[in-house]
């Protein structure tokens, strides 16, 4: 497989540092509000690649819950997002946490992610190994203590803002920001004090005061802890570049010596008829907003899955509407597998074929836009030519891998009861007599049941609607 590397800004072959198996690292969610459609992008694209990179190899997936620590400034001032929902909603830091770790894995639910749910892991479970982190650091002298907190000085890293090509000097020169007792603008928060005279719900002991830890050490401290101190892939939103990853690779680089991930790959963003994600304009829309319009979660995932991750996606209720039809598509050829014909007027598909040029796209960089295509022009075919008796274990073959690389759970698809089927034959019977009433009563009993009909050269085909 081949993937786009950030830090080199090329394409490269992934290959192992250990054995046949993937460490693989992803940046989560700051669980202190409902997810919106644009935070679920890079967790459905990270999953197409998390199913391919299974088809090669073992991999071992970890994303990350950030439960405290990310403060709603990235210049580490400002009060923790966990707090400021606490304070929003009238409850503990600990409740409003539990309350949306239970919502996001909610949502992975829905949306057919595959990571192992005991690889979720939480900041406030790996406090230990993030002042050991802190703690090494501090005895390399990378750090220096200032009144609010523990502070990395990026300067004495050579390699700061490498991956993010940031021009340091220009930062440092024009930086517009109030930097307060920091050193450098760049300079970030490894540990933060409580303020004296205050009690937060989340804060811990440590070796320089009672506190919290900074929202960059979380993900070293916990990559490391699961995967070791290189990583095979690491991933996140284009977003990360600049700041969080910036300084994951400085703080992880300088405590190991060694490299913190050998490929960085990174999610572009979406948008809502074409502008960014905001509250002004109120288009964050929620797996509930989707639903409430009769949208499946699976519709969202196909939408993302339309787009590149390297390119922006762009939502509108028109283009998730195109996505439902594309996916219930895909869910009638599949139960093509419940209605096979034994006089194929076309046996020429190639069922493997099909899944070796799917496959062959999505290592080639994740193209899911293009194995998508290969996937409708399947689907075409299909409906235009049904599936023969003895092509049953080739297409079974070919729905398995598309579940496995796609998730769109096509095969979890129950076949329709013999009373449906017996609806269909009689009216079958009713239309060979021209008995147009009671062949039209009898469609509509389906319709109301969510089968749709087809009629067909090779017969009637249904579906589900």
């Known amino acids: 497989m081949k993937l786009f590397n950030t830090n080199t800004r090329s394409i490269e072959e992934i290959t192992p540092l250990h054995d046949n198996t993937i460490g693989f690292y992803a940046c989560g969610p700051t669980v202190y509000a409902t997810p919106q459609i644009g935070n679920w992008v890079a967790y459905i694209r990270w999953d197409a690649l998390a199913r391919t990179l299974r088809q090669s190899f073992d991999l071992n997936w970890y994303i990350n819950i950030t439960d405290v620590g990310h403060l709603v400034s990235d210049a580490d001032d400002g009060e923790d997002k966990l707090e400021k929902g606490a304070r929003r909603e009238g409850l503990t830091a600990w409740e409003v946490a539990e309350t949306y770790t ?13 990571i192992d749910r005991s690889h979720l892991v939480k900041a406030t479970d790996n406090i230990d190994e993030q002042i050991q982190l802190i703690t090494a650091l501090e005895q390399k002298g990378y750090t220096y203590i200032i009144k609010d907190g523990v502070y990395f000085d990026s300067t004495k890293f050579a390699d700061y803002g490498k991956m993010a090509r940031l021009d340091i000097a220009g930062l440092q020169a024009g930086a517009r920001v109030d930097v307060g007792e920091k050193k450098h603008s760049t300079d970030f928060a490894l540990w933060k004090f409580t303020p004296k005279g205050q009690r937060r719900d989340m804060e811990w002991d440590s070796p320089w005061g009672t506190g919290f830890p900074g929202w960059h050490i979380e993900c070293s401290a916990m990559a490391m802890k699961y995967l070791g ?30 490299p913190f991930a050998k490929t960085w790959v990174h999610s572009n963003f979406m948008l809502v008829d074409g502008q960014k994600i905001s509250k002004s304009l109120q288009n964050g829309f929620t797996l509930a907003d989707l639903a409430k319009k009769g949208f499946d979660a699976l519709d969202l995932r196909m939408l993302v899955l339309q787009s590149h991750f390297q390119t922006e996606s762009n939502f509108t209720w028109e ?25 194929a007027t076309y046996e020429n598909i190639d069922f493997a074929d099909v899944g070796r040029q799917i496959q062959a796209v999505l290592d080639n960089n994740l193209n899911t836009p293009q194995a998508l295509a290969l996937v409708s022009s399947l689907v075409n075919d299909i409906e235009k030519h049904g599936v023969s008796q003895t092509q049953a274990a080739e297409f079974s073959e070919l729905l398995q891998l ?30 060979n007599a021209k008995d147009w009433a009671t062949s039209d009563k009898l469609r509509d009993t389906l319709q109301t049941e969510g089968i749709g009909l087809n009629d067909t050269a090779r017969g009637t085909v249904w579906y589900r609607l």
Not at 241 to 253: D, W
Not at 413 to 427: F, V
């Open 102 to 114: 239970k919502e996001f894995v909610d949502g992975l639910d829905a949306l057919n992610i595959s």
């Open 229 to 258: 101190e290189t990583l095979d892939i690491h991933a996140g939103g284009i977003d990360h570049i600049p700041v969080h990853h910036t300084n994951e690779i400085a703080q992880s680089e300088a405590a190991t010596g060694k």
């Open 319 to 343: 283009v998730l509407a195109a996505a439902r039809t594309r996916r219930k598509e895909l869910q009638a050829a599949a139960d093509q597998r419940y209605q096979l014909h034994t006089s």
């Open 402 to 431: 598309l579940d496995d690389l796609l998730g769109f759970n096509v095969l979890t698809s129950e076949d329709i009861t013999g009373e449906q089927q017996s609806i269909i034959q009689e009216r079958e019977a009713a239309r």
